[in-house]
């Protein structure tokens, strides 16, 4: 197998879908470009809302499948951009441009590697979808379309992990939390202070430890990102409302979480979905050893994705690129990394005998 005019294929897809502004639940375009791609290759599209996938002409019955997916958004291009994040630049082997390393490069390697897996039939059937709104967590990305695609015996899933293996990754619950006082005038020491009250509780987030430590995802983590609460300089506030982040290991769902929180601060609190819990693969599983076996390594991921939100299967988060890279101004993924990301996926999965329990 010659995987040259494949790399060239995914450098040059992902060109296209920088030049597209593809923020979450603005991806038409992009999905549009990725039909374009993979029509040329005749293959048949499917599409449901911004999401956009495709089958192995080798499928047949009986066999397990093997979902290849990455996202399509991206988040907002912030204001530190010095380049244009919509130009597709090469400068020193890098490629800028927003989306390029979260994830476009996964995506479009992922693309270029169904595309080279399917010369030929192979032990698994094969599913590449590109999905929706994986920056926002939101209802109409893969969950949209995972029941339209069929059972998935097995996933992996493109983020940027330095094609080191993500075997499992923490969860995400976002609470919405509210002491409340009694408003007063503060030069005659009345009512009753919401900032002073919430103190208490802010502490118990900072400090609190949950018991049940991870082997390879840790602690549960709490972090305060937001707060907000008085009206003017001379009035007791009535409100002390903040924001906090929970990341979960594997120990805990996130509705567990909520419960233990609720019992243990004297705020109201309320969680905004409980539908992102830690997830992640069996060490023992045939696609981790055979990867450890081409010298990968292997981790547990502090970030979600849209494996979160994948029932059913067992999932790998594997990708080129770099997470440290998402989400920064003058985003660039190295060409030579995309070029390796095509080679890696190859040499993993071609031939790879996946077996299904149950």
């Known amino acids: 197998m010659n995987l040259e005019r494949y790399k060239i294929l995914a450098i040059e897809s992902l060109k296209g879908l920088i030049g597209i502004q593809s923020y979450s639940k603005e991806e038409n375009q992009a999905a549009d470009l990725i039909e374009t791609i993979l029509k040329s ?37 912030s204001a530190s951009w010095t380049k244009n994040p919509f130009e597709a630049l090469v400068e020193d082997g890098k490629l800028y441009g927003l989306g390029s390393n ?37 209802v109409n990305g893969f969950e949209l379309i995972q029941n339209e695609i069929g059972k998935i015996d097995l996933g ?17 619950m976002v609470l919405d939390v509210e002491t409340k006082g009694v408003a007063g005038h503060a030069a005659r020491g009345e009512g009753v202070n919401a900032i002073d009250k919430a103190m208490k509780d802010l502490q118990w987030f900072q400090t609190y430890k949950f018991e049940k430590e991870s082997d390879i995802l840790g602690l549960v983590k709490m972090t305060v990102t937001q707060i907000e609460a008085g009206c003017q300089h001379n009035v007791v506030p009535d409100s002390c409302r903040f924001v906090v982040d929970v990341r979960s290991n594997e120990h805990y769902s996130n509705q567990d979480l909520f419960d233990l929180i609720d019992q243990q601060i004297e705020s109201d609190v309320k969680a905004r979905s409980f539908r992102m819990n830690s997830s992640g693969i069996d060490m023992n599983h045939p696609l981790v050893q055979a990867g450890i076996k081409m010298g990968r390594s292997y ?18 988060k594997f990708g080129p690129g770099d997470s440290a890279r998402s989400h920064t101004a003058n985003e660039y993924i190295n060409l030579s990394e995309i070029e390796e990301g095509v080679e890696i996926y190859y040499q993993l999965l071609n031939g790879l005998d996946i077996e299904i329990k149950g």
């Not at 066999?63 to 997916?69: D, S």
């Not at 940027?160 to 499992?168: D, R, Y």
Request: charged share 15%.
């Open 102 to 138: 979260d994830a476009g490069g996964c995506l479009c390697s992922l693309m270029a590697t169904f595309l080279a897996l399917d010369e030929k039939e192979q032990a698994y059937n094969l599913v590449f979808a590109a999905s929706a709104e994986e920056e926002i967590s939101g």
């Open 156 to 172: 992996i899933v493109g983020e940027p992990t330095l094609m080191q293996m993500a075997i499992a990754e923490k969860g995400l």
């Open 299 to 316: 981790y547990g991921s502090p970030t979600t994705s849209d494996q979160a939100i994948m029932k059913g299967f067992p999932t790998l």
């Open 41 to 77: 290759q005749a293959y048949q599209t499917y599409r449901k809302g911004n999401n956009v996938w495709v089958y192995g002409k080798h499928n047949a019955d009986g066999k397990p499948l093997l979902l290849l997916n990455s996202h399509l958004d991206t988040v907002n291009a």
